[in-house]
């Protein structure tokens, strides 16, 4: 069974910055890739940046140059560093696993940016 355990979500000011963590334990077999998606109220879930083993990463548009993303590999631990937050920023971040034998997804972690 796979876990996947997220932190570091919070209330926030528009300009501000808050780091997000993720650790994945369990059996995990070989990790493809680790990244955070978000949902905002009434919205779906969307894609904010990934972290593809061998060393690519990916942004949404809506991020790029605010956000980065990093892996621990020996740790199985991925994070996002979020700066220059913005009031449409403000949703539910999850942190997501592919492995071999599957996606796996956290149980999401709020993040509100106050204007």
């Known amino acids: 069974q796979v876990q996947l355990v997220e932190s570091g979500g919070g209330l926030v000011q528009a300009g501000g910055s808050l780091r997000l963590s993720c650790s994945a334990s369990?059996?995990?077999?070989?990790?493809?890739?680790m990244g955070w998606y978000r949902r905002a109220p009434g919205n779906q879930r969307e894609f904010v940046a990934s972290s593809v083993t061998g060393g690519s990463t990916e942004y949404a548009d809506s991020v790029k140059g605010r956000f980065t993303i990093s892996r621990d590999n020996a740790k199985n631990t991925v994070s996002l560093q979020m700066n220059s937050l913005k009031p449409e920023d403000t949703a539910v971040y999850y942190c997501?696993?592919?492995?071999?034998?599957?996606?796996?997804w956290g149980q999401g972690t709020q993040v509100t940016v106050s204007s």
């Open positions: 369990g059996n995990i077999g070989s990790i493809n890739a």
């Open positions: 997501n696993l592919a492995t071999g034998w599957g996606a796996y």
